[in-house]
T-cell receptor, first 115, second 111 residues
Framework: DTGVSQDPRHKITKRGQNVTFRCDPISEHNRLYWYRQTLGQGPEFLTYFQNEAQLEKSRLLSDRFSAERPKGSFSTLEIQRTEQGDSAMYLCASSRDSTHTGELFFGEGSRLTVL | AQSVTQPDIHITVSEGASLELRCNYS??????LFWYVQSPGQGLQLLLKYFSGDTLVQGIKGFEAEFKRSQSSFNLRKPSVHWSDAAEYFC?????????FGTGTRLTVIP
């Protein structure tokens, strides 16, 4: 068990650029989640996957946000045309399956700074 | 809709003192409740969970929490705090397929 890994750990970009974050979940975990955390707030749910199927995406913040998990293993979160308000920590988590909802293993996060 | 409230933004305790962090939930049915800890530079880690049954649940690192339906609370406790417990603590309630987190309580431990 190598844990959930996220890359990059920190990304600084200029407004209007696109950014992509990668998450590698724990290998035997079927579910993968993306959360966003801003300063002084708790994690805010964005989307999740069951294997390669994205089962909930209505909470993605805008149509500039998209996520994929093409082979049911790693996932990417892309933000297009970044805005300063997108500056936040983006957290990935995985869980074994649907019977373990809430028992999430989190990565260390990818911090985005938009200048 | 599910939600949790953590009324204390920041708590300071002395090392060796007892600790109680408050959490109030809003949920129509029996909730699934969780406490997570976030240490600087580390990912959130599950401390303990409540699904059903015994209302006093034990977790890792010597933490426990008590579910009180009458008060809609799920407070986290530790009898003797260690300096390494300094961190941000989040209470969470499970929705259909995700967690709803509170805003967190930052714990400072003084010698």
């Amino acid at each position: 068990d190598t844990g959930v890994s996220q890359d990059p750990r920190h990304k600084i970009t200029k407004r209007g650029q696109n950014v992509t974050f990668r998450c590698d979940p724990i290998s035997e975990h079927n579910r993968l989640y993306w959360y966003r955390q801003t300063l002084g707030q708790g994690p805010e749910f964005l989307t999740y996957f069951q294997n390669e199927a994205q089962l909930e995406k209505s909470r993605l913040l805008s149509d500039r946000f998209s996520a994929e998990r093409p082979k049911g293993s790693f996932s990417t979160l892309e933000i297009q045309r970044t805005e300063q308000g997108d500056s936040a920590m983006y957290l990935c988590a995985s869980s074994r399956d649907s019977t373990h909802t809430g028992e999430l293993f989190f990565g260390e996060g990818s911090r985005l700074t938009v200048l | 809709a599910q939600s949790v409230t953590q009324p204390d933004i920041h708590i300071t305790v002395s090392e060796g003192a007892s600790l109680e962090l408050r959490c109030n939930y809003s949920y129509g049915a029996t909730p699934y409740l969780f406490w997570y800890v976030q240490s600087p530079g580390q990912g959130l880690q599950l401390l303990l969970k409540y699904f059903s049954g015994d209302t006093l649940v034990q977790g890792i690192k010597g933490f426990e929490a008590e579910f009180k339906r009458s008060q809609s609370s799920f407070n986290l406790r530790k009898p003797s705090v260690h300096w390494s417990d300094a961190a941000e603590y989040f209470c969470a309630v499970a929705g259909a397929n995700n967690l709803f987190f509170g805003t967190g309580t930052r714990l400072t431990v003084i010698p």
